[in-house]
């Protein structure tokens, strides 16, 4: 695990874009992507495991009433993983982890809780790449066969119609990434994908541990969380744009013209 403290915006900058240059296309291009939590503390764990640790078990029964009881708003979808990122965004407990694409996506994540702004916040960053060896051999030729590192919602439907088969597919857990499709403007505007591991105890953590996976923490220091989070907003990258429609102007407005600066940037020079 390499562990990076940053200092400033520029140096966040230095930090996401470091080591993306692609000399075979000639254009900036990796296979990184990013979860930003507000509390570098916090571990990779899915709300499944925050809510049932007791009994893993009921992740059956919560995804059946959920289609159970929300069966008149989930007309318009079929399938057992189309279904899964509804539940998330919805906040059904799965064991489903959010990521994005998008480094500064990520930092707005880890920004803008300010209720947080006592602790340092973090982005986390993989090589999706670096999990492909690790699937069973079914998943890797469907992988290679389409030249891709990441499985679309159509691939999975047709190669692991549940839960239950994904973890028989091998003896050791493993994690695949998944893009859902952009049926929710939110999904769509947060560069979304979501991870998920083959065994529900598995953590995602103790995948890389296992497997040796090489990973990246951003720290972003409390006394410069503000700083990162104004930015952010200069370039449109907030509850406006991450969460659309009305809920996302207020909570913009509402922090926007909080009292922030004060409180959190009365030791800072002026830049």
């Given at each position: 695990?390499?562990?990076?403290?940053?200092?400033s915006?520029?140096?966040?900058?230095?930090?996401?874009?470091?080591d993306?240059?692609?000399?075979?296309?000639?254009?900036?291009r990796?296979?990184?992507?990013?979860r930003?939590?507000s509390d570098?503390?916090?571990?990779?764990?899915?709300?499944?495991n925050?809510?049932c640790?007791?009994?893993l078990?009921l992740?059956?029964q919560?995804?059946?009433?959920?289609r159970k009881y929300?069966?008149a708003?989930?007309?318009?979808?079929?399938?057992?993983?189309?279904l899964?990122p509804?539940?998330q965004?919805?906040?059904?407990?799965?064991?489903?982890?959010?990521?994005?694409?998008?480094?500064?996506?990520?930092?707005?994540f880890?920004?803008?809780?300010?209720?947080c702004y006592?602790?340092?916040?973090v982005?986390?960053?993989?090589?999706?790449?670096?999990?492909?060896?690790y699937?069973p051999e079914q998943?890797?030729k469907k992988?290679?066969?389409?030249?891709?590192n990441?499985?679309?919602?159509?691939m999975l439907?047709?190669?692991?119609?549940?839960f239950?088969r994904?973890?028989a597919?091998?003896d050791?857990?493993?994690?695949?990434?998944?893009?859902?499709?952009?049926?929710?403007?939110?999904?769509?505007?947060?560069y979304a994908?979501?991870?998920?591991?083959?065994?529900?105890?598995v953590?995602?953590?103790?995948?890389?541990a296992?497997?040796?996976?090489?990973y990246r923490k951003?720290?972003?220091?409390?006394e410069?969380k503000?700083e990162?989070r104004?930015?952010?907003?200069?370039?449109?990258?907030?509850?406006?744009?991450i969460?659309?429609?009305?809920?996302?102007?207020?909570r913009w407005?509402?922090?926007r013209?909080a009292?922030?600066g004060?409180?959190?940037?009365?030791?800072?020079?002026?830049?």
């Amino acid at each position: 695990m390499q562990e990076i403290v940053i200092g400033s915006w520029d140096e966040l900058q230095q930090a996401v874009f470091d080591d993306v240059w692609d000399s075979k296309v000639m254009r900036y291009r990796d296979n990184r992507i990013y979860r930003g939590t507000s509390d570098q503390r916090w571990n990779l764990v899915p709300s499944l495991n925050r809510v049932c640790a007791h009994n893993l078990a009921l992740e059956t029964q919560v995804f059946r009433s959920f289609r159970k009881y929300g069966y008149a708003e989930l007309a318009d979808y079929s399938g057992f993983w189309q279904l899964l990122p509804v539940a998330q965004h919805h906040g059904l407990p799965t064991r489903l982890l959010d990521w994005t694409y998008s480094p500064l996506v990520a930092a707005h994540f880890a920004t803008e809780d300010t209720g947080c702004y006592d602790r340092d916040g973090v982005i986390w960053c993989l090589d999706v790449t670096d999990f492909k060896r690790y699937m069973p051999e079914q998943l890797q030729k469907k992988l290679r066969d389409t030249d891709s590192n990441i499985f679309t919602i159509g691939m999975l439907e047709k190669l692991i119609p549940d839960f239950k088969r994904m973890q028989a597919l091998s003896d050791e857990p493993y994690a695949i990434f998944f893009e859902p499709s952009s049926m929710i403007d939110r999904i769509a505007n947060q560069y979304a994908l979501f991870s998920v591991v083959s065994d529900p105890a598995v953590l995602l953590t103790d995948i890389l541990a296992k497997q040796g996976i090489p990973y990246r923490k951003i720290i972003i220091p409390k006394e410069v969380k503000l700083e990162i989070r104004d930015k952010l907003d200069y370039i449109n990258i907030s509850e406006r744009m991450i969460y659309p429609g009305l809920d996302g102007v207020c909570r913009w407005i509402t922090r926007r013209y909080a009292a922030l600066g004060p409180v959190y940037n009365a030791n800072r020079n002026r830049e």
